[in-house]
């Protein structure tokens, strides 16, 4: 996935909780794109996950609570 002429992506965080992506470049570069609704998310969501590299994806661990929870 290239971003420019001399630039190529060679990571791309997913953050499901924060509907974000974070990009980044083989030259230190950063790009964030964050979605603003669940379907604006889940559509660029299907154009990562269909055109880039499965190697280059990872998802951010999603926030959990630690410790007992009571009812």
């Known amino acids: 996935m290239e ?3 001399n630039e190529c992506v ?3 965080v ?3 909780c924060a509907r974000k992506f974070l990009l980044y470049s083989d030259l230190g ?5 964050d979605c603003e609704t ?3 998310f889940m559509d660029v969501l299907e154009v ?3 055109q880039a590299d499965p190697e280059l994806i990872q998802y951010k661990d999603l926030a959990t609570i630690d ?3 009571t009812s």
Do not use: C, F, H, L
């Not at 570069?29 to 794109?33: E, G």
């Open 29 to 33: 570069t950063t790009r964030k794109v």
């Open 48 to 50: 990562v996950t269909s």
């Open 38 to 40: 669940t379907k604006q």
């Open 3 to 5: 971003v420019n002429d």
């Open 14 to 16: 997913i953050d499901v």
């Open 10 to 12: 060679e990571k791309i």
């Open 67 to 69: 410790g007992d929870v």
